[in-house]
């Protein structure tokens, strides 16, 4: 499959990421010499841009054959994608903007190579493998999954007895969830919207819809920035949450009525629907920063507005019977991955996230696990902040063996 994209370009932004991969760097000097996925055939469905092609090298780098394409149509970058693919070891099949059916024939592509372990960001790869190759799923050893939505689909099938091998839960894991969901999610998905829109944030309302690690990480930005922020949601406790921290808390089809942004951070469908887009602000943005393009409905908008056009790159334009303008971001697909400008979670972030999945690819295959959803390690979690705080020239304390033995203790009293 012929890539169309510039592997130089691509390349130099893979370097860059890399010299802002520390915990990436300290585990690939052990698997350069200790080569522990030797034989090792991994399949991979990522957004494939600068960072994730960093985790791929190192798997390759460790010894494994690795299979990868992209997890989402617009995010991929398809000089990312060549330079990836030129490199010993590393297969991508990934390209910017294919339709269905291309996107699913470069899943195939991946799972051709018959792998041993999966490493996914939404589970498309995992349930495409239970779907159409189950004569493989005895072969493989387990999985890794990469973001909420992902976790969200595996815990459900799990319930249902139908996953059939084991997948760590890697957006679980604290040195994930709280760094990447929150900071990442945040920063990106802002730095994305405003570098496509040229527009502030400053005096502006924000509308957030969810309040789960993303959804705070992108009020707490939005907020950082100047904007006035009303959240909505579904979870009572999540809703106290956020206005216990400060944030108006109102139902979306309330909320959108003051709104200049409407950023959703759910992973769930029909966040935004009909009842929200009779009730917009002229010229409002919606931006989705869950996961897949199911939370601005965008059939219903399409079928209340009268005109559509193009206004800029990554932002359509729907006109109302009322000739209000509702501007949606990315065809309503990932933000900060799906714009034409995006770039994705900051490396220092994904050094973190990907530092687990490394650890992780490892484990599985150490390890006799059974069926089903797993939670990472927390010796694994402990060991990438242990490696961050080391790269960041950061100290901290240590207990002393009573405090172990205080903290352990059902014994001391008063």
């Avoid at 319930?159 to 679980?172: C, E, K």
């Avoid at 930005?221 to 949601?233: F, I, N, S």
Wanted: charged fraction near 30%; aromatic fraction near 6%.
């Amino acid at each position: 499959m012929e890539i169309d994209g510039d592997a130089d370009e691509g390349r130099r932004k893979i370097d860059w990421a890399r010299e802002h991969t520390p915990i990436l760097a300290r585990i690939r000097e052990r698997y350069t010499e200790e080569k522990p996925l030797d034989g090792v055939v991994i399949g991979m469905a990522m957004h494939v841009e600068a960072k994730t092609a960093v985790l791929a090298e190192l798997l390759a780098e460790g010894g494994a054959e690795v299979g990868i394409t992209g997890c989402n149509p617009l995010s991929t970058h398809d000089d990312v994608s060549a330079a990836l693919d030129a490199v010993d070891g590393v297969h991508s099949y990934a390209r910017h903007g294919v339709d269905r059916d291309g996107y699913y024939e470069a899943l195939d592509a991946v799972i051709e190579h018959e792998p041993d372990v999966t490493v996914d960001d939404g589970g498309d790869l995992i349930f495409r493998i239970h779907e159409e190759y189950p004569e493989l799923l005895d072969g493989i050893a387990g999985g890794c999954e990469e973001t909420t939505t992902g976790v969200h689909r595996l815990r459900a099938m799990d319930d249902d007895d139908a996953l059939r091998y084991p997948v760590f839960a890697v957006n679980d894991t604290p040195m994930k969830r709280q760094f990447d969901n929150v900071h990442g999610t945040g920063e990106s998905s802002l730095s994305s919207i405003a570098m496509t829109t040229n527009l502030l944030f400053a005096g502006k309302t924000v509308v957030v819809g969810g309040y789960g690690h993303c959804g705070r990480g992108v009020a707490k930005k939005a907020d950082g920035l100047g904007a006035d922020v009303t959240v909505a949601e579904v979870d009572p406790r999540r809703a106290l949450e956020a206005h216990m921290e400060g944030y108006d808390v109102a139902p979306m089809n309330e909320a959108v009525e003051d709104a200049d942004f409407i950023i959703t951070t759910t992973g769930n469908r029909d966040v935004v629907t009909r009842e929200a887009f009779e009730s917009m602000n002229d010229g409002v943005v919606l931006a989705n920063a869950g996961h897949f393009d199911v939370e601005i409905n965008l059939e219903q908008l399409s079928e209340y507005a009268v005109a559509e056009r193009d206004v800029r790159d990554g932002i359509r334009e729907y006109e109302t019977p009322d000739g209000r303008r509702v501007n949606v971001l990315a065809e309503g697909r990932l933000v900060n991955l799906a714009t034409p400008v995006s770039l994705g979670h900051p490396a220092e972030v994904m050094d973190q996230s990907f530092g687990v999945q490394a650890l992780c690819v490892e484990r599985v295959l150490d390890a006799d696990l059974a069926e089903g959803v797993h939670e990472v390690p927390d010796g694994i979690d402990r060991r990438v902040a242990e490696i961050k705080l080391d790269a960041l020239g950061v100290e901290i304390d240590e207990l002393t063996d009573e405090q172990r033995d205080y903290i352990s203790s059902w014994q001391h009293g008063t």
